[in-house]
Nanobody
Framework: VQLQASGGGLVQPGGSLRLSCAAS????????MGWYLQGPGKQREFVAT???????NYADCVKGRFTISRDNAKNTIYLQMNSLKPEDTAVYYC?????????WGQGTQVTVSS
């Protein structure tokens, strides 16, 4: 199983970005998928998750600004990030609970700066 994340980049404060993460390989079941971030010199932190049933959970710092969604047919999740702030700058990692195991994708850099 592999997770491929994409969509990071440089954006001005107040701007938007959309991250994608596609799962591939021998997938029997996906329990949940989500996003974590890791800022410079910091530990990895939870951002948002979505279950196979569509239930979502968000970190308090992104509620109302970020939206996680999924396309089950494509085994893909998205993170729509609006009203971005400089403190959102980090490497964003995709995570999936797939076939009862945890998998991580490579990170994608998000930089919020003027």
């Amino acid at each position: 199983v592999q997770l491929q994340a994409s969509g990071g980049g440089l954006v001005q404060p107040g701007g938007s970005l959309r991250l994608s993460c596609a799962a591939s390989g021998n997938i029997l079941s996906i329990n949940s998928m989500g996003w974590y971030l890791q800022g410079p010199g910091k530990q990895r932190e939870f951002v948002a998750t979505i279950t196979s049933g569509g239930q979502t959970n968000y970190a308090d710092c992104v509620k109302g600004r970020f939206t996680i969604s999924r396309d089950n047919a494509k085994n893909t999740i998205y993170l729509q990030m609006n009203s971005l702030k400089p403190e959102d700058t980090a490497v964003y990692y995709c995570q999936g609970r797939i076939n009862s195991r945890n998998y991580w994708g490579q990170g994608t850099q998000v930089t919020v700066s003027s």
